[in-house]
C-alpha cells in the first residue's frame, strides 16, 4: 500500500462551473460521506469512465476498495499498457459513472501502482470533494460560436439522397442538446423521436444519436426573422457517445476558465 503523507492531503480542485452553473452546491465535502458514497460505489460494482487527460483515451474501470484507514482508493487498471502509462503520468484522472439514476463525478490524483490481492491495482488518495447529480440536473455547455457544432437530423419521410436537416446546436449535456433551426419545414414535434441523428464534435467523427423532443419555442431575430429552439433528450445514448460528449465538454470548459485566467 503506498504510504499515506498525513501532512499533505489531497487537495481535489473544486470542478469549474459549467455554463453559468456553480457547481460548487452539489460537491460533497464530507469525509464520511465521500467515503460513503465510494463504499456505494464499490458495493454496487459501478463501472467508471475515466478520462486521463484531454486527447487521451478514456477506459472503463471499477473501484475495488477503501484502505484501512480510509484515505486510500484502490481501482482496477486498463488491459492497455498504453493507456495505464498515462494514468501514472497524468495530473490529474477524472472519473464519471451514473449510479442509481445519480451521475457521479470526482478527480483523482497522484495515481500509483499497487497490489490487491495478488492482481495490478491502481491507488490513490481518497478525493475530498465528489460531484453528485440527479439526472434533472446535469449541466448544460453554451457551444461557443466558433466550434461551428451541429447536429444533422433525418428529414421528414427521408429518401435515400434526400439532404438532412443541419441544425446548430446551441447547448450540451450528457442529458441532451438544444438545437436552432429556421421555423418552417422541419416537421417536428413534441415528443417525436428522431433516430440516427449525426452529432459531430470538434476533432471527431459524427456521433450517431437517438433524439427526442421535449421542447419547441420561437424566438424573433433581429430582422423579424423567426426561428425555433428544440429542446432534446439523448435516448439510450451509447457509453462511447457519452464519453465523447463528457470529453468535449470538460475540454471546452477548462479552454474558457484559461483563457478567463489569461493562461492562453
Same mark, same amino acid.
Given at each position: 500500500m503506498p504510504e499515506q503523507n498525513r501532512t499533505d492531503p489531497l487537495r481535489a480542485e473544486p470542478l469549474a462551473p459549467l455554463g453559468n452553473v456553480n457547481l460548487e452546491q452539489y460537491l460533497l465535502h464530507g469525509r464520511r460521506q465521500v467515503r460513503q458514497l465510494l463504499q456505494e460505489l464499490i458495493g454496487g460494482h459501478a463501472l467508471i469512465s475515466a478520462h486521463p487527460s484531454p486527447g487521451k483515451n478514456s477506459f472503463l474501470t471499477a473501484l475495488i476498495t477503501l484502505s484501512d484507514n480510509d484515505d486510500w482508493l484502490f481501482f482496477d487498471v486498463s488491459p492497455d499498457p498504453v493507456i495505464n502509462r498515462h494514468c501514472l503520468q497524468a495530473d490529474q484522472l477524472i472519473c464519471a459513472t451514473e449510479f442509481e439514476k445519480i451521475r457521479i463525478q470526482f478527480s483523482l490524483s497522484r495515481i500509483t501502482e499497487a497490489q490487491i490481492e495478488g492482481r495490478a491495482a491502481f491507488a490513490a488518495p481518497v478525493p475530498n470533494t465528489l460531484l453528485r447529480l440527479q439526472r434533472r440536473e446535469y449541466y448544460r455547455l453554451h457551444v461557443p *460560436?466558433?466550434?461551428?457544432?451541429?447536429?444533422?437530423?433525418?428529414?421528414? %419521410?427521408?429518401?435515400? *439522397?434526400?439532404?438532412?436537416?443541419?441544425?446548430?446546436?446551441?447547448?450540451?449535456?450528457?442529458? %441532451?442538446?438544444?438545437?436552432? *433551426?429556421?421555423?418552417? %419545414?422541419?416537421? *417536428?414535434?413534441?415528443?417525436?423521436?428522431?433516430?440516427?441523428?449525426r452529432l459531430t464534435l470538434p476533432q471527431g467523427e459524427p456521433l450517431s444519436v437517438e433524439l427526442e423532443v421535449r421542447n419547441i419555442s420561437r424566438q424573433n431575430g433581429r430582422n423579424g426573422s423567426e426561428t425555433l429552439r428544440i429542446g432534446c433528450r439523448f435516448v439510450d445514448l451509447p457509453p462511447t457517445a457519452d464519453t465523447q460528449i463528457q470529453r468535449y465538454i470538460f475540454r471546452t470548459e477548462r479552454e474558457r476558465c484559461a483563457l478567463e485566467r489569461g493562461g492562453l
Open positions: *460560436l466558433a466550434h461551428g457544432l451541429v447536429c444533422r437530423l433525418p428529414a421528414e %419521410g427521408e429518401a435515400p *439522397l434526400r439532404p438532412r436537416i443541419e441544425a446548430r446546436v446551441l447547448d450540451i449535456s450528457a442529458g %441532451g442538446l438544444a438545437l436552432h *433551426l429556421p421555423s418552417g %419545414g422541419t416537421g *417536428l414535434s413534441i415528443g417525436c423521436t428522431l433516430q440516427d441523428c
